[in-house]
């Protein structure tokens, strides 16, 4: 039986390896991005906030702030309010829509 903590890397990889193959993603985005990309293809239902993305890689509010939006104007995350301050979640098909801009 393969237990839980092999199975991860699997999935890493294959985030890693679905973002590395959007040439179009690649050169738009910047490596913030990238990884909150990879992590969300790897964790489902994760919400993203300014504040969790300007903790998690130590830049300013502005900096996590234009960071999400950039991803949601994308289409990569959605946006939603939640009291004053908005929540990004991926969407169900994220890996379908990072596969379409590997073929614009």
Not at 43 to 65: D, F, I, N, W
Request: aromatic fraction near 2%.
């Amino acid at each position: 039986m393969i237990s839980q903590d092999l199975a991860v890397p699997d999935e890493q990889r294959s985030a890693e390896s679905l973002l590395r193959h959007a040439p179009v993603l690649a050169d738009s985005l910047n490596h913030r991005q990238t990884a909150l990309l990879s992590h969300a293809l790897r964790h489902p239902g994760h919400g993203y906030t300014v504040a969790s993305h300007k903790r998690s890689h130590q830049v300013t509010t502005q900096t996590a702030r234009t960071d999400l939006l950039k991803l949601a104007e994308s289409g990569l995350l959605e946006q939603r309010k939640r009291g004053r301050a908005f929540v990004f979640h991926a969407p169900a098909d994220l890996g379908d829509r990072i596969k379409a801009t590997s073929r614009s």
